[in-house]
Structure formats: structure tokens, C-alpha cells
């Protein structure tokens, strides 16, 4: 369980902090630095903390212990996914993300435990997670891998539209069944599932014709499975949502010719929408199970909008 300590020293009030320490469980900290009396410990161990020695004098410290909320990032490595990842750490939660490459993004958060070589798009996705977890109980759950493939009435893309549906849809059932199974979630998890309005068959008008099947289809498939998910685990306490986090300025949406939304549109920058989807799922429980949200408003649903 990844734990933050706060240690005041008995004969000194609290001072700011700005530093870390991982450990392994070491119940004692020395020479961890001099420039403060109070720091806020990020630890491993769930060992008392029992003394510090600060500018060479051992000194005995209070310490509080406070259980730090483990999150997950299923798509962790670009656009929201990597947002969100990035401000959970900054939040000093114990977040872990994953990633379909077989290394860790380059730029990644230090505070981040990367789970490598994962594709939700594949049945065995689920169960490495889970593994990968390493009985770590998640608090949060974030689905937020996506795939958008451009096709046409006149030019469908089988292949395409099938990724679309695993990704989005498929994908999602498998992962939450194996971190269940797994004991991995638990009463008071929150599930939140990333979609978009474009799987809204009322809000597609005629004006923006057909096309874009597998996109379209997929999200309002996400949607269905959203609430069957709800369903299926409201009696154990784990509340499932979907949530539309706006228009963004993503390469997704850039390659597919909607960059010239973007403005028209009042498309965000992917740390925007982290910072909204994040604010949100702090005030998200068991109450709002089920239920289809737009945490940036209803002025963010638009026509042309994409994940």
C-alpha cells in the first residue's frame, strides 16, 4: 500500500514540504536531508517511522499516517490518459499506468509504476493487469485507451472497426472481470469508463451525415457496457460511470481531419480535461452508479466531439 507519512517534530511547528523517500521497509530515515525539520514521506512500508536525524541530532517525531488512494490508468502514455496520470502523481497518489509499448514512456512521471507490453484490445490485457497489480487494491479505475480508425460508407475498414469495438468496448468487460476476480477492487472503487457523446444516437443529427462506423458504434457500445458493469457490481459497492470529457486537442482527433473543429468547436488541451475528469471523480460515488456524465458541462457536448 503506497503511504504518505507526515512527521512534525515534537518541539517545532510543520513547515512545507518538498520531497519524497521510498522505501522498502526501513523503519528508521537518516540524513534524508537538512534543509527542513518536517517531511512528507512517501513509503512502501507500513513500519513506524521513529526518528530523523536532521543537521547530525537524532530527534523524535510524530508521524501521521495517511493511506494515499492507488489509481489506474488503463492508456496511460499520450493525450488524456497521460494527463491524468501525470496529475494523480502530482497529487502524490500511487497511480499505475499502462502502455502498449514493451518500455515506459520517456517523459513519464518518476512516481508512476508502468505496466509495459499491455493492449486492452487483447483478451489476455485483464489478467496481466491484474498480475502486474501485484495485490495492490485499486481505489480508481480510469479506461481511457482509445483507437480511432477513418473510414466511409464508401471505404469501411473491417479490421478497423473491429479494434475500435475491443478497444473501446470488449476490452473494458475483460479488464474489470479480472481486477474483480482478483480482489482488486473493493467496496467505495470508482470504475470510470471514457467515452464520448459521439455515441449518442439522439444527438447525431443529419446535417453531419454517416460515416465513421466503427467510432461512432463503438462509444455507444462503451456506453451499454458502462451500465451493464453498473449493474452487475452496485451490490459490491463499485460505482461504474461513463463520462464525456470534451473536445480536445489530441493527435486522435488532429488525425482524422478535426483539427479544424478544434477552435468552432471550443476544443480543450488534454491537461484541461484531466484537470476537470479528475475533480469530478473526487465528488463521484455510489449514488451517481450508472449514469452517463459530462464533467465539463453540457456547453462541452458537441456535434463534432471525439475522446
Not at 497511480?95 to 512521471?109: C, I, L, N
Not at 451499454?224 to 482527433?253: C, Q, W, Y
Amino acid at each position: 500500500m503506497y503511504m504518505c507519512i507526515l512527521l512534525t517534530c515534537s518541539c517545532c511547528r510543520p513547515l512545507s514540504c518538498d520531497a519524497s523517500f521510498h522505501s522498502l521497509g526501513a523503519c528508521k530515515l537518516t540524513s534524508l536531508a537538512k534543509r527542513q525539520r518536517v517531511r512528507r514521506i512517501a513509503c512502501w512500508s507500513t513500519s513506524p517511522l521513529e526518528h530523523i536525524d536532521h543537521c547530525g541530532k537524532s530527534r523524535h517525531y510524530l508521524s501521521t499516517t495517511i493511506i494515499m488512494p492507488n489509481v489506474l490508468i488503463v492508456g496511460a502514455t499520450r493525450g488524456l490518459g497521460s494527463e491524468l496520470t501525470q496529475q494523480y502523481a502530482r497529487r502524490e497518489y500511487s497511480v499505475f499506468g499502462t502502455a502498449r509499448s514493451a518500455t515506459k514512456p520517456e517523459h513519464a512521471h518518476h512516481d508512476v509504476h508502468w505496466l509495459t507490453g499491455l493492449d486492452i484490445a487483447e483478451e489476455s490485457a485483464g489478467k496481466k493487469i491484474a498480475e502486474g497489480l501485484k495485490g495492490h487494491k485499486l481505489d480508481i479505475v480510469v479506461l481511457v485507451a482509445g483507437y480511432f480508425g477513418k473510414e466511409s460508407f464508401d471505404e469501411p475498414d473491417f479490421e478497423a472497426e473491429v479494434k475500435m469495438y475491443k478497444t473501446s468496448a470488449i476490452g473494458p468487460v475483460f479488464v474489470v472481470h479480472a481486477l474483480v476476480k482478483a480482489g482488486l477492487l473493493k467496496q467505495g472503487s470508482k470504475i470510470i469508463i471514457v467515452s464520448s457523446e459521439s455515441g449518442s444516437i439522439t444527438l447525431r443529427h443529419e446535417s453531419e451525415g454517416g460515416g465513421m462506423y466503427g467510432h461512432h458504434a463503438s462509444k455507444a457500445a462503451s456506453n451499454m457496457v458502462g451500465k451493464l458493469l453498473s449493474l452487475d457490481l452496485k451490490d459490491k459497492g463499485i460505482a461504474v460511470a461513463n463520462v464525456h470529457p470534451g473536445f480536445m486537442r489530441t493527435e486522435m482527433t488532429r488525425s482524422v481531419g478535426f483539427d479544424k473543429f478544434w477552435d468552432d468547436g471550443g476544443a480543450v488541451t488534454p491537461d484541461v480535461a484531466a484537470k476537470s475528469l479528475v475533480e469530478w471523480v473526487d465528488a463521484f460515488d455510489i449514488g451517481k452508479t450508472g449514469e452517463y456524465w459530462a464533467p465539463r458541462g453540457a456547453g462541452y457536448v458537441s456535434a463534432c466531439c471525439l475522446c
